[in-house]
């Protein structure tokens, strides 16, 4: 098997190591990087990829002077988690922009295409076998009373997931949304009953894992994606102003019935919301005990949280806060930089360029403000993701040019 071909499974292995219930991920991604390095003298780095390299190399230095400076209070796996999961992603870019190899890629979109189905299969067959089990049928329809009875869901044996119902939520939204995606720009070739089938899977599965972060952001992909097709794809000023008043009327109702069903916010002491809006409290009231400029240690947070709050909880749940509280002003800038890196892109067509920037980062930007760290394997998946759809899309601006 080729060299190209290896990389191209490890990196499948990646994205279905996310849906273990172990930490599995790091076998694969340790994998992809060795193999990438394999054949270092044959990759270069055009302009697309220097100026992401050079971003995430940077962040990644930042990072590492404050695991040093903070070396006593700084988690070391979590150092090592950050350094691996960049570096894989840097192998990643590497990898794609050398030789053309996201024509490999391209080629072999049928098995990404069925990588991703199967995943949503599997989901789908976790899920409602647990919901079978703890006989949650209509808590989605009565509403879910707060965020312990969500958990329900978690209860029963994880075969594919993680014991984390919003983090297994999340990361099934982001693939999710890469698979419509890719169906939108002809990519995957899916057709209409199929797609009728892979929605309801999607669906059903978004609506049982019971997680309001992936509900809203589920919803933000779909009101973003008719933005996008509103402003840049439909023609007819009619048909944008008829556009515009059905989706406002729907999201109206939409919301009211999110709101009052789903989300059910209450900020008891019981509400996930709740402890997030403490946390954030916690750090804004303390920052003068902080170093705001180089952070205090990867995974500061953890610190902080039992010091000054009564929760138990290692981070902020919130992407943003996380990385200050670790790395400070400069980290904050250096990571959102990274992220216009990855999803804007110079050379692509506006309507393409807008799709990243709305449905793809929307609903991202609405996922981290409520979870994760910022440098999760997760992330780092997603992010490659749209890297990739980035080249394919460049690659058709190309041909059309010549």
């Not at 209509?138 to 509403?143: Q, R």
């Not at 999340?170 to 002809?186: E, G, M, N, P, R």
């Not at 009101?223 to 048909?239: D, V």
């Not at 003068?288 to 981070?315: E, H, R, V």
Request: glycine share 2%; proline share 1%.
């Amino acid at each position: 098997m080729q060299l190209n071909s290896i990389v191209f499974y490890i990196w499948i292995v990646s994205i279905i190591s996310l849906f273990l219930p172990f930490t599995a991920y790091v076998i694969p991604f340790s994998v992809f990087i060795l193999f990438v390095f394999i054949d270092k003298k044959n990759y270069f780095l055009n302009k697309i990829a220097f100026y992401r390299v050079c971003l995430i190399f940077v962040f990644v230095v930042l990072a590492t002077f404050s695991h040093i400076l903070n070396k006593d209070v700084s988690d070391i796996q979590q150092y090592i988690k950050l350094f691996l999961n960049f570096l894989f992603l840097i192998s990643f870019i590497l990898f794609t922009v050398s030789g053309n190899k996201y024509e490999f890629f391209y080629s072999k979109r049928i098995i990404i295409q069925k990588t991703l189905e199967f995943i949503i299969f599997l989901t789908f067959v976790q899920v409602i076998v647990n919901v079978y089990i703890m006989n949650l049928w209509s808590m989605p329809f009565v509403g879910v009373q707060n965020s312990m009875d969500a958990y329900q869901i978690i209860e029963p044996t994880i075969f594919f997931g993680t014991k984390e119902k919003n983090i297994w939520a999340t990361k099934f939204v982001f693939l999710s949304i890469v698979y419509y995606a890719f169906i939108t720009h002809k990519i995957f070739y899916v057709s209409k009953k199929k797609r009728v089938v892979m929605s309801f899977l999607i669906l059903f599965n978004i609506l049982y894992t019971f997680s309001r972060t992936a509900q809203v952001m589920f919803v933000s992909f779909v009101f973003m994606y008719y933005i996008w097709k509103i402003f840049y794809i439909y023609k007819n000023y009619l048909l944008k102003i008829i556009a515009i008043f059905s989706l406002s009327i729907i999201s109206i109702l939409a919301g009211v019935v999110i709101v009052d069903k789903l989300l059910h916010i209450t900020l008891s002491s019981g509400d996930g919301l709740a402890a997030r809006l403490e946390l954030w409290e916690a750090l804004y009231l303390h920052l003068d005990k902080m170093n705001i400029f180089i952070g205090n240690g990867i995974l500061s947070a953890q610190y902080i949280i039992s010091y000054y709050t009564n929760w138990n909880n290692n981070n902020f749940h919130n992407v943003f806060l996380n990385i200050f509280s670790d790395m400070g002003v400069f980290g904050l800038i250096s990571y959102s930089f990274l992220l216009l890196s990855i999803f804007s892109y110079r050379g692509l067509f506006k309507y393409d360029n807008r799709y990243i920037n709305l449905v793809f980062f929307i609903p991202f930007f609405v996922c981290i403000n409520s979870q994760y760290l910022g440098f999760d394997s997760d992330i780092i998946i997603y992010f490659s993701f749209v890297f990739l759809f980035s080249l394919f899309r460049l690659n058709k601006l190309e041909l059309n040019q010549q």
